[in-house]
């Protein structure tokens, strides 16, 4: 019996194969413990199921089911005018709505061939990173939560409301946003940049409190060292993105690779990892939002005047005033809702730096206002394939940390 | 002006940080300070973050986007002329109109104008294709009904006077000015 | 309407530095090359996709390193990319506006004789940071292709989407079951010839508390 127990023990865990781990069992008139976490688990945030194989404490082998939460986003998008996907983009990643708004509008503007002016595209930065630290302290939150710390979620929660405050004035919605317009976005309100910078101070000091909590936690530390590792090779053959690639040391974010709106003007740093494990991919996202309210306060400083919307008469749908009073812009308004712009036959691909990693919009448009292909290159789904390896070997209790980690948003990965 | 790239380090491995019981204290510390603070201004009558629905309400900014009603003129009638644009704009088919003719000023008007808020998703897409400023998004939000027929809205239901909208068409018109 | 032209051969842009190289390594592999708006995309022979993808993979001067998207595209029979025949879609921007209001009912154009579908893959080098994209004609009746998780091992779940949300057998994939849709789920939802409400039939349930059939009275 000591030798099994003996033999149990050295399983090099990632080296051998679930086969050869299950022959294990053969001596011991036994076999592995199967369980299904999921799909409505206490620690899965988002709807997903992993089927496990357990070997004691152990996973040996597992599945990760998804699709609880398709709901058809790419077949609803070719049957509707580009302009009214808008807001279905803010159902894709419901934690950072505004970044798949501003990549979808990127997508269509690239395939007319717009260029917004530069205030729009100053609102447009403000508002993606202003919904990337929530999403960033919606993940750390949960899943320090989910590792029994509860204290923190509640300050990074608050903190998270303060940001969503800012959106809501902008835009109107805290969730859903329909935050962007083809060739435009909603203008800022009156006094936004002081009201905004109260709010960042008051969210930065929360998170510097979650921080003081979890980041020097031994408790914290022991479950997130170590777990869930996998080389920044790997990660890469995998097509993970987002900061789970960066903790692995990969400096590939889309905003340093393939600069869209001014973000190749602002001054901030992409932070980076050594090890590629749990912890450090919390440490990225930690570094995340305090880049990302840099990034946010240097747009707030210089932030233009001018137009928010392109004055493409493709797109932009007349201002109000003329519509009631002329003749011309009523006919340009009928046509722009009723058909919805005509866009150059061809096909395009977008991509943004969205919260959990590259969101890229590819729309192949036949000339018509609707578009024949639309599909979106979710993160969460790529980053999720590999999930599978980087459970295998580890205890089923660091699963809930590796999950977390990974950030799975179910409108996103199942679309 | 550069995108760098920054390792993040982790913090030093002490032997104060090997030791839970001070981690407990540091978390205490953390959590009894924001106690006290939440109890000053308790205290003093002032509220930092919470608020007591129903009793307070959040002060909402003019670009909120509530539900969608119908302007009604002085007159009483609504302003709508039963064009149909919202019906198209909308990406989830949720209003219904069938027009009609009458005798007055304005020929037109909508016979059934129906929204069927279960499948509204709050876009504002409505108001913003309206070449007459007739629908426009309200501030009212508690819309939750007991039966699926109860979240049909008929045209009696969702005309509101114009002066009770006047945040919001004030707020179109700076918003949808160029 | 657009005042853009399309592209024709006599003004055809100069080739990108990244399609210079991906010439000088793979041009008898290369159908035909196209760009659109700084987007370089090459058509590649389904036989031949794993040949490329290794050699764009372990090229240093390519190292495309990361797999970004697998899907498909139904161009439901139509000859080729949509920009080189504007006239007949024109006509039916015409025809559109007299389609039913109901946007779901939008009408199909004619069945074509061409290969159906198009599998498409996006590139990028972390390295170099260019992108590319990939494209390959499949035919309806065979609608096979070899899988590319012997290069990336990425291409698991992207194939099996592909092949769940659009029918496409993908050769060589160790794990090829649906991903988001239940196994006994007819027919590939994002072929256009699947309208937006058609239906499904109701399945029964099998399992634990699953009641007995009953009996013919």
Known sequence: MSDLVQKNRVAPNNQRGPAARRADFDDLHTEPMHIQMGPSHPAMHGTVKIELDLEGEEVIDADVQIGYLHRGFEKECETGFLYQNIPYTDRLNYSSPVLNNVGYCLAVEKLFGITTPPRCQFIRVIGGELSRMADHMLALGASAMELAAFTPMLYLLEARELLLDQIDAICGARVTTNFTRIGGTLDLPEGFAAFAVERLDRALRLTADADKLLTDNPIFRERMQGTGRMAGKDLLAWGVTGPVLRAGGVPYDVRRATPYLIYGDLDFDIPIGEHGDNFDRYLVRMEEIRQSCRIVKQCLERLPDGPVNSDDRRV????????????????????????????????????VEGANGEVGFYIVSDGSGRAWKMRCRSPSFSNMSPLKHMLIGGQLADVVPTFGMMNMIGGECDR | MAIGVVTVKRPPERWSSSQPYFAILKGLGVSIRHFLHNLLLFARGQQDFTVHFPEQRLVQPPAMRGMPVLVQMDNGKERCVACGMCEWACPTNCISIFPAETNDEVERYPEVFDIDMSRCMFCGFCEEACPEEAIVMSRQIEIASYSRRGSLWHKQDLLVPVAELKTRLDHLRRQYEH | MSTEAPPSDAEKPQLSPLMVKVNARLAPLILEHREFRGDDRIHVARENILAVAGVLRDDPELAFDLLLDVTAIDYYGQPDDFELRREVWDRDHVTMRRLPRRRNLMALPEKGP????????????????????????????????????????????????????????????????????????????????????????????????????????
């Open chain 3, 114 to 217: 061409h290969p159906r579908f198009a599998v498409v893959y996006h590139l990028i080098s972390t390295s170099h940071l260019h992108r590319l994209r990939i494209k390959c004609r499949v035919p309806e009746d065979d609608p096979r292709i070899a899988s590319l998780t012997p290069v990336w091992p990425g291409a698991n779940w992207l194939e099996r989407e592909t092949w769940d949300l659009y029918g496409i057998r993908f050769e060589g994939h160790p794990d090829l079951r649906r991903i988001y849709l239940y196994d006994e789920f007819e027919g590939h939802p994002l072929r256009k010839d699947y309208g937006k409400l058609d239906e499904q039939p109701i399945q029964a349930y099998v399992g634990p508390g699953a009641k007995e059939p009953r009996r013919p009275e």
């Open chain 1, 316 to 351: 932009k749908w007349p201002p109000k005033r003329k519509v009631f009073g002329q003749m011309e812009e009523l006919i340009d308004q009928f046509k722009l809702v009723l058909e919805g712009g005509y866009p150059p036959a061809g096909e395009v691909y977008h991509a």
